[in-house]
T-cell receptor, first 112, second 115 residues
Framework: DQQVKQNSPSLSVQEGRISILNCDYTNSMFDYFLWYKKYPAEGPTFLISISSIKDKNEDGRFTVFLNKSAKHLSLHIVPSQPGDSAVYFCAAIVSGNTPLVFGKGTRLSVIA | DSGVTQTPKHLITATGQRVTLRCSPRSGDLSVYWYQQSLDQGLQFLIQYYNGEERAKGNILERFSAQQFPDLHSELNLSSLELGDSALYFC??????????????FGSGTRLTVV
């Protein structure tokens, strides 16, 4: 039973355009969400997070949107750069309870 | 360098063997987590330790065990290895056992290949 789903295994975007990565979750108890980025031969690194009391969090080129009613979150990268090419993992947690639950990841390729 | 150190980086072993993966958490972090990433799979949670005590258990096989030592480093023991155990094994740490804030800090992983 996959509680966090990233239905697009891969995404290809032109440099300078917007990248939109999507994530759906099934557990309504999740109250904190994170995005991680992973380069080959490295571990995942934290990118941005959002609490369930918010619907948007922005950090530079990265913005995460949360739609609790749809149990959906998305990561927007604007403008996309070749260095953004990586695998992006969506993760969720029930505060004080379970460890982070990860999706399977989406491989983003930004083409110059 | 994330501050989380995993050794070895690569491990090749035969079926039926036993291996030990080691993790040193980031300085100050009391929680250690082990995750497995198999081909085309996301990060599957195995087990969590907090300050030496087991705090949470995921889909960890009975052939696998772990512990966290007084100096907070952790070891993941995998025994009676099967071909399907081939995967990337990540260790992560956090100061907050709930993982809020910046979540977890991951090491670069140990790639285990069972032949």
């Amino acid at each position: 039973d996959q509680q966090v789903k990233q239905n697009s295994p891969s995404l290809s975007v032109q440099e300078g355009r917007i990248s939109i990565l999507n994530c759906d979750y099934t557990n309504s108890m999740f109250d904190y969400f994170l995005w991680y980025k992973k380069y080959p031969a490295e571990g995942p690194t934290f990118l941005i997070s959002i609490s369930s009391i918010k619907d948007k969090n922005e950090d530079g080129r990265f913005t995460v949107f949360l739609n609790k009613s749809a149990k959906h979150l998305s990561l927007h990268i604007v403008p996309s750069q070749p260095g953004d090419s990586a695998v992006y993992f969506c993760a969720a947690i029930v505060s004080g309870n379970t460890p982070l639950v990860f999706g399977k990841g989406t491989r983003l390729s930004v083409i110059a | 360098d994330s501050g989380v150190t995993q050794t070895p980086k690569h491990l090749i072993t035969a079926t039926g063997q036993r291996v030990t993966l080691r993790c040193s958490p980031r300085s100050g972090d009391l929680s250690v987590y082990w995750y497995q990433q198999s081909l085309d799979q996301g990060l599957q949670f195995l087990i969590q330790y907090y300050n030496g005590e087991e705090r949470a258990k995921g889909n960890i096989l009975e052939r696998f065990s772990a512990q966290q030592f007084p100096d907070l480093h952790s070891e993941l023991n995998l025994s009676s290895l099967e071909l399907g155990d081939s995967a990337l094994y990540f260790c992560a740490s956090s100061v907050d056992p709930t993982g809020r804030g910046y979540g977890y800090t991951f090491g670069s992983g140990t790639r285990l290949t069972v032949v």
